[in-house]
């Protein structure tokens, strides 16, 4: 099993963090950001969305970090509920994630990290602080009663969520006060495959 994406991407470490997880071995080629490759056409051909990651399984080919969770986790019997109202519980937090949490934070991130300090439209980081934080109290409510994003079990959806509450904690911005969120964070972080795989840094 190939997976193709730079290691400081976050929808890439969703998938390697996934596979540790699950114990699957797999090879990570580095592609996209300041290794490019991803408009070259032979990469087109696998995903022709130019965007990483994509997995590769013999004849195989998977893109979308979420879809690649969900398809490893089905194939391992776990990470994922069998019962369909469970799965359900997990996949909306997945595709929250998706249309929720991504939208706001890729301005924030890239325009707070990624951006030289000369160049940065300090009005879009803004926007996108004030909704990120709008998104994870939602996110910090549902953690009341709950260990663990989608239940009393460790999922899929703690790992679709986990890289961008990462980011989130290590920008140097103002935090609201989210115990929840910040206990199931400190949960995360007592995983060794999230502290080797994710929590690598943000640059």
């Known amino acids: 099993m190939k997976i193709m994406g730079r290691a400081d991407s976050a ?3 969703k998938v390697v963090w996934c596979c540790a997880e ?3 071995s797999y090879e990570r080629v580095d592609l996209g950001g300041k290794f490019g490759g991803t408009r070259e056409p032979d990469y087109l051909a696998l995903n022709p969305n130019g965007m990483v990651p994509t997995l590769v399984e ?11 969770i969900r398809y490893l986790a089905s194939r391992a019997g776990r990470l994922i509920p069998s019962s369909l109202r469970g799965r359900a519980d997990v996949e909306r937090w997945m595709d929250w994630q998706l249309f929720t949490v991504a939208p706001p934070h890729v301005p924030l991130f890239v325009g707070l990290v990624r951006t ?28 009341r009663e ?18 961008f509450v990462y980011r989130w904690f290590e920008m140097d911005i103002e935090r609201e006060d989210l115990p929840h969120l910040e206990r199931w964070y400190n949960l ?16």
Request: net charge negative.
């Open 188 to 203: 995360l972080r007592q995983r060794p495959p999230f502290n080797e795989l994710v929590a690598i840094g943000i640059s």
């Open 11 to 13: 929808n890439v470490q």
């Open 146 to 163: 709950r260990d663990w994003v989608a239940g009393d079990e460790f999922s899929v959806a703690d790992i679709a969520l986990g890289p």
């Open 22 to 24: 699950l114990g699957l």
């Open 58 to 68: 013999d004849d195989f080919v998977l893109w979308e970090s979420n879809a690649i």
């Open 116 to 143: 030289p300090p000369e160049k940065r439209d300090w009005n879009k980081i803004k926007r996108g602080r004030d909704r990120t934080a709008e998104a994870f109290t939602i996110l910090d409510g549902a953690l």
